[in-house]
Antibody, heavy 119, light 110 residues
Framework: QVTLKESGPVLVKPTETLTLTCTVS??????????VSWIRQPPGKALEWLAH???????SYSTSLKSRLTISKDTSKSQVVLTMTNMDPVDTATYYC???????????WGQGTLVTVSS | QSALTQPASVSGSPGQSITISCTGT?????????VSWYQQHPGKAPKLMIY???NRPSGVSNRFSGSKSGNTASLTISGLQAEDEADYYC??????????FGGGTKLTVL
């Protein structure tokens, strides 16, 4: 049974760095042609892709957020970590991690974690 | 990368069919067969409904179908049911090895 679970702070202050962890089970981060993606959704708004990392350590970032994002994985811990620097209130959103396949579809999703940026 | 273009809302009566469009460019939708569709009910995580333009994951009703013509992909839901009322998002692989979502479509079952 494949599951993903996001963890991290629910509240961050403007200018701080957000660190989110996605812990996976039911599959390995070393599985060929699979990886983990991060997606966010501001309240009442659309999904926005942020970044993904594949088993071969191939990484890709949203063009508009590239300078602020870092994605990494620890295969032994079954965890993928996303950091986002210089947080702003407009970054308030539910952050999801999801398993990404070779066909760039997201077949399993975490429940999401709401992160609020406020002083 | 710019978001793919979807209609903000569509509606239909139970039993009818509806189609949601997703328009991109030759650098995303038109250039690859890596278009997916997701269903999202309020307060829930999205669910994969279609991958690789027209393939359904195991467990997804065959009332859901996908297609593509040029730079526009489409999701068709036939035999509309009340439970289909949700937000729907398309996504595509892009030429810069990235991913892009559509702006989402709210489906109302009348």
């Amino acid at each position: 049974q494949v599951t993903l679970k996001e963890s991290g702070p629910v509240l961050v202050k403007p200018t701080e760095t957000l660190t989110l962890t996605c812990t996976v089970s039911g599959f390995s981060l070393s599985n060929a042609r699979m990886g983990v993606s991060w997606i966010r959704q501001p309240p009442g708004k659309a999904l926005e892709w942020l970044a993904h990392i594949f088993s071969n350590d191939e990484k890709s970032y949203s063009t508009s957020l590239k300078s602020r994002l870092t994605i990494s994985k620890d295969t032994s811990k079954s965890q993928v970590v996303l950091t986002m620097t210089n947080m702003d209130p407009v970054d308030t959103a539910t952050y999801y991690c999801a398993r990404i396949r070779y066909d760039i579809s997201l077949d399993y999703w975490g429940q999401g974690t709401l992160v609020t940026v406020s002083s | 990368q710019s978001a793919l273009t979807q209609p903000a809302s569509v509606s239909g009566s139970p039993g009818q069919s509806i189609t949601i469009s997703c328009t991109g460019t030759s650098s995303d939708v038109g250039g690859y067969n890596y278009v997916s569709w997701y269903q999202q009910h309020p307060g829930k995580a999205p669910k994969l409904m279609i991958y690789e333009v027209s393939n359904r994951p195991s467990g997804v009703s065959n009332r859901f179908s996908g297609s593509k013509s040029g730079n526009t992909a489409s999701l068709t839901i036939s035999g509309l049911q009340a439970e289909d009322e949700a937000d729907y998002y398309c996504s595509s692989y892009t030429s810069s090895s990235k991913m892009v979502f559509g702006g989402g479509t709210k489906l109302t079952v009348l």
